[in-house]
């Protein structure tokens, strides 16, 4: 199932104090047509700032331009982020067992 909020918003401080909830859900990072990293939070717009300020080598590497988000109680954000990770196989999501 693809994201229920389609807007993206660009990664940058601006649009992620304007734009990204101070609330559960989950979120994805992207640039252009790739995936790079979808996620799940309490708070979405400080786990936003944190990827933006660097806290993981991946995200970095791979310059995300834009996010999404969906507001998802805490209880289904697990679940949800599986899903799409499993639709969209985000570039930093990617585990080598």
């Known amino acids: 199932m693809p994201w229920t909020n389609p807007v993206g918003y660009p990664f940058d401080d601006r ?8 609330a559960s859900g989950v979120y994805g990072l992207y640039r252009g047509e790739q995936w790079i990293y979808i996620g799940e939070s309490y708070k979405i717009q400080v786990r936003l700032l944190q990827h933006l300020r660097g806290d993981n080598p991946c995200i970095t590497r791979e310059a995300p331009t834009h996010f999404t988000y969906e507001l998802v109680p805490v209880t289904l954000r697990v679940l949800r982020r599986d899903t799409l ?4 196989t985000p570039v930093c999501n990617q585990r080598s067992d």
């Open 15 to 22: 649009s992620i104090n304007l734009y990204a909830p101070s």
């Open 85 to 88: 990770v499993a639709e969209f």
